[in-house]
């Protein structure tokens, strides 16, 4: 059917002829009220917005020589921040002659992530940058 024919039926049924796929030989047309087909689309974005979820990275950092209160308390919150559906990014920061230490540190954050294995994974092992070792624990995945 020609442009003009389509958009005279077009006119008729008070209607507007929008092209779907111009680059076709020929163009492929519709007729359709436009402006309730870009309202329902919005209608559809913002439902999907709503509905979605922001993951936050939280942070919890650890000290070496952390008493068991103390670490007690910070894995509550991570827990309580890894239910919530958040990733936890865990540090422990060495300070002078803590540096030649850096295996108690490892053995914080293995004790840290075992203490945390029923809710959740380890996204990235604990490895040692600079002054600062660094873990990311992830929410398990729903089954």
Known sequence: MSAKDALDIAEQKNLDLVKIAPQA?????????????RFEQSKREKEARKNQHIVDIKEVR??????????????????????HGDKVKVSIRFRGREMGHSEIGLENMKRFAEACSE??????PAKLEGRNMLMFLAPKPNK
């Open 25 to 37: 030989t020929p163009p492929v047309c519709k007729i359709m009220d436009f402006s309730k087909y």
């Open 62 to 83: 650890l000290s070496l020589n952390i008493d068991t209160h103390d670490f007690n308390t910070k894995l509550n919150n991570a827990l309580k921040f890894i239910k």
């Open 119 to 124: 809710v959740a994974v380890i996204e990235k």
